[in-house]
């Protein structure tokens, strides 16, 4: 059973920063994607980034302020996250595909609440 664990999430003022870091109970040297999406209330779940073994990929409303890597060796994903905004609010979600058209496996998620 993979287990994902989210962490770093909070309350933090409008302009400010954080790191949400997932740790995996798996090795994730060579799972061809792991990711972070956002759930806001009331709202749809979206793709925030994401690294595949072809790098990293990021929609276009999310460029420029998220950084997603990954630490092969500890086995986890972090996101860095710049200058947010009050619209950032939402619960983040880190997820992993571990085979190729294999379903994504979800964490529990961490809040982040981003104050104006």
């Known amino acids: 059973q993979v287990q994902l664990v989210e962490s770093g999430g909070g309350l933090v003022q409008a302009g400010g920063s954080l790191r949400l870091s997932c740790a995996a109970s798996?090795?994730?040297?060579?799972?061809?994607?792991m990711g972070w999406f956002r759930q806001a209330p009331g709202q749809q779940r979206e793709l925030v980034a994401g690294i595949t073994t072809a790098g990293t990929n990021y929609p276009d409303s999310m460029k420029g302020r998220f950084t997603v890597s990954r630490d092969n060796v500890k086995n986890t994903v972090s996101l860095q996250m710049n200058s947010l905004k009050p619209e950032d609010t939402a619960v983040y979600y880190c997820a992993v595909r571990r085979v190729p058209s294999s379903n994504l496996i979800w964490g529990q998620g961490t809040q982040v609440t981003v104050s104006s």
């Open positions: 798996i090795s994730i040297a060579s799972v061809p994607f």
